[in-house]
């Protein structure tokens, strides 16, 4: 039976039912997002005279709850115009609506007894065949659905979101004894492909996978510090980004999310699975106690391991539960592996360490893969569910058994054991059989180790992903130190960026012009795009700073003039060049995608044009290009001033897009052309799609335009104008508005006294006069070397 999704009802309105409506409304699905009526009014609904059957204070709490949702950073939504997908109600007075929809999903308190009660008022007028499903983190789903009917039964299970719905990609689902099979096998390809997530199927055991694991990482830290004597600020760094772990760590990560949502997590664990082997782990320290007793729950109440007094942050001293300045944290260990780019390639350096970081990674990593070797078959039947929930439910780039399979499968037994701790019996008798390791890729596919037929099985769902780091290898045409070019198959090759950030250096030029100069002679078209963490932060400026500093500005004019060339040469080649922009995608990575024949952007792709934060215009073509836009909006009996402002407006404030769909109203995007995914596993596949669909409807050379229309003077004044007074109001410095007039000077195309048509060649002159003239000023030479040393940019 074919199963659409038009319209979900979403019961319980909090932090976690907001964000999930706000994610199907990112997707196109219409919501109803009901919660329950007040039982008393405030003091603003009596001076207003409201009464308690008004219908604004019958829907107070649902709308409280979704305006705060919509109004908190980051966003949970696309765009702010997808929020009229919502609409709002109460469970008293609108519950009968449910009949309506297509899926309902329950998001209220953690308690089974409410839990039980919402189902039975769902029922009522639940249409039959209608999915329902419950978004607990822990309560067993076979409780919640007894005594309700078998149609309910049938078409129920969990479906855990992980908190922010539209960022964290785990998806849990989790059948109950009676759910029908197409129910689960739909729910699992409904997430991956419409909701942009990693769908996991669990069992229904305490806490399911993602937080299982992931609390009895948070819980053994816990032990762990104190048995140590570490500090907060010395586990953060060694347990964030140097192990492809988010930027917050553990104690931060604990803050945000909040600590009483931990311990609610862990106090279920500890009760629930009195079997598990390390279930004294989940049993509270001292110092959480304390600080669960002080509400000291993280940033919901001001304070927990970290607190912001004025511009400081302060840590907890652990000991003597006191606030007290952070200390700088450094270990040898970590400067190993400062030359290693991945964090998959640092763990054989990191255990092998000789100081506290070492003995640390040590008994972290042991403690780990103890654990989670257990775990199977008890939470899952299959080893790669757990890294697939750790990375898609945490945000961890490599999984424990990845970790473990990077470090090696012997020697992590072998750290094990010195540990006092042994592994489970099928890891031995895995390397008994003769599989050494958890995973392996053959063919382009990734297998993992089965446990029932204890051989190597390739890994389901991967028919509609390209995984570049699967075929890399085996399909590898020519690459540099910057770049490799791999087939995708069907005539189609792919441009990877390989630099640090995927920044756009001589070698990532070189690389774009050889897969265009390959594509052109023997291949149909060209995907540029990779499966790292960002597309590209954009040019390189170390490169840019030392010319300038070493005044070499015949160099540096012949580097530039040669990105803009690059740029041409993706707009104007004979193949489709298709660009997959995602992540932080900035600068010369958003300039390269301004010139692709088509973008296929991930929907988490933040995107923009930010030079000026380094003292300079975008010299890539991105000026010219803005200017260009604004032409081709031009309509007769337009105020054509205006449109040219608003992308002027766009480069000059440095705007970047929270999401791919806010990138079209920046004029970056383009309706009719360019197209958004969902789910960044699919892109590169979506982009190999287009390039094919490109090439196949006849694809022909562009011409180079020629019918540019600037305003000349009549531009150029108003500009000039504006960033006077805006210098004037002490809005932006004298450094700002030289930036700001030497952009105007480009997009009116110089001090031309009438609207004339110029070709793209005269404004790439015009921008990268613009450009070099920049790099001679002391304050850009300073902004770039900011951004260097420090990360973000200097207003000087």
């Known amino acids: 039976m074919k199963r659409l999704i038009k319209k979900v009802a979403v019961i319980g309105s909090g932090i976690m039912g907001s964000g999930i409506a706000c994610h199907f409304a990112n997707i196109g699905v219409e919501v109803l997002l009901l919660d329950i009526v007040p039982r008393e009014l405030t003091d603003a609904e009596q001076k207003k005279g409201l009464t308690l059957e008004s219908k604004v204070v019958r829907n107070r709490v649902v709308s409280e709850h979704l305006a705060n949702a919509l109004k908190s950073k980051p966003s949970p939504i696309y765009h702010p115009k997808f929020a009229n997908r919502i609409t709002t109600g109460n469970t008293t007075d609108d519950l009968a609506e449910i009949a309506n929809v297509d899926w309902i999903i329950e998001v209220v308190i953690e308690r089974l007894d409410i839990k039980k009660q919402v189902f039975e008022q769902i029922e009522k007028y639940r249409k039959p065949g209608t999915l329902i499903t419950s978004n607990t983190s822990g309560i067993p789903i076979h409780f919640m659905s007894e005594g309700r009917s078998e149609d309910f039964q049938k078409h129920f299970c969990g479906t855990h979101f992980f908190n922010p719905a539209r960022y964290l990609k785990l998806f849990e689902i989790i059948p109950g004894p009676n759910t029908a099979t197409e129910v689960v096998d739909f729910l699992n390809e409904y997430g991956e492909k419409f909701l942009g997530k990693t769908s996991v199927v669990a069992k229904d055991t305490p806490a399911f996978i993602g937080n299982r694991i992931g609390i009895f990482g948070i819980m053994s830290m816990f032990h762990q510090v104190k048995e140590m004597g570490l500090t907060i600020e010395e586990v953060d760094k060694l347990t964030g980004p140097v192990i492809g772990r988010p930027k917050s760590a553990t104690f931060r990560t604990v803050d945000v999310v909040g600590l009483d949502t931990l311990v609610h997590v862990a106090s279920g664990i500890y009760e629930n699975c009195p079997e598990d082997e390390a279930h004294e782990l989940f049993k509270l320290p001292d110092f959480i106690s304390k600080m669960m007793e002080n509400k000291w729950l993280g940033s919901k109440t001001g304070q927990g391991f970290y607190k912001k007094v004025d511009k400081d942050i302060l840590s907890l001293d652990l000991d003597t539960l006191e606030y007290r300045s952070a200390k700088k944290t450094s270990f040898a260990t970590l400067e ?43 939470i899952t039947e299959d080893l790669y569910k757990i890294d697939d929930a750790m990375k898609a439910g945490f945000g961890w780039e490599n999984g424990p058994f990845e970790i473990w399979d990077a470090i090696g499968v012997e020697k992590g037994i072998e750290l094990m054991k010195a540990e006092n701790l042994e592994p489970a019996t099928w890891v031995t008798d895995m390397l008994a059989s003769g599989n050494k390791s958890f995973y392996t890729i053959k063919d382009g596919a990734s297998y993992y180790y089965d446990i029932a037929s204890k051989s190597q099985k390739k890994i389901p769902g991967q028919d509609s992903f390209i995984i570049l780091n699967n075929i890399r290898e085996s399909k590898k045409v020519w690459s540099n130190s910057g770049a490799v070019i791999t087939d995708l198959g069907d005539g189609i090759l792919n441009l990877e960026f390989q630099s640090k950030m995927n920044t756009i250096g001589g070698d990532v030029l070189q690389g774009i012009n050889k897969a265009i100069d390959l594509a052109e002679k023997e291949h149909a078209g060209l995907v540029i795009g990779n499966q790292a963490a960002n597309f590209s932060v954009g ?38 060049v298709v660009v997959a922009p995602h992540g932080m995608t900035l600068g010369g990575g958003c300039e390269m995608s301004m010139h692709a024949d088509k973008v296929v952007a991930a929907a988490e792709t933040y995107i923009g044009l930010v030079e000026f934060g380094v003292g300079v ?96 003077k009549q531009a150029l004044g108003m500009f000039l104008v504006g960033t006077d007074q805006m210098q004037a109001g002490s809005y932006i410095s004298e450094h700002d508005k030289k930036i700001a007039n030497k952009l105007a000077y480009v997009m009116a195309g110089g001090d031309l006294s009438e609207a004339t048509l110029v070709t793209e060649q005269y404004l790439l002159d015009l921008e990268r006069e613009a450009f070099l003239s920049l790099c001679t000023e002391r304050k850009t030479l300073e902004r770039i070397q900011f951004m260097l040393t420090k990360g973000k940019p200097l207003r000087n």
Not at 343 to 361: C, N, S, W
Not at 632 to 637: H, I, P, S, T, V
Not at 691 to 699: F, T
């Open 539 to 576: 040019a390189n400026i170390g490169m840019i700073f030392m010319m300038a500093v070493e005044q070499e500005y015949d160099e540096l004019n012949m580097a530039i003039k040669m990105f803009q060339d690059t740029m041409m040469r993706v707009r104007y080649s004979g193949i489709p």
């Open 336 to 378: 190993l592996t400062k030359t290693i780019d991945k964090p998959i390639d640092r763990f054989k350096v990191l255990v092998k360490g000789t100081d506290k970081a070492g003995e640390f990674y040590r008994k972290n990593f042991t403690g780990m893969f103890a654990y989670v070797a257990n775990r199977v078959p008890e």
């Open 617 to 712: 215009i975008p010299g890539g073509g991105g000026s010219k290009e803005m200017t260009l836009r604004a032409s081709d909006l031009f309509r007769k009996n337009d105020v054509e001033l205006n449109v040219l402002q608003e992308y002027f407006l766009t480069v000059a404030m440095a705007k970047v897009s929270t999401a791919a769909h806010e990138a079209f109203d920046l004029g970056i995007l383009q309706h009719g052309k360019d197209i958004v995914v969902i789910n960044k596993d699919r892109q590169i596949a979506e982009a190999k799609k287009q390039a094919l669909i490109l090439a196949e409807a006849g694809y022909t050379q562009p011409i180079r335009r020629k019918d540019v229309k600037v305003l000349g």
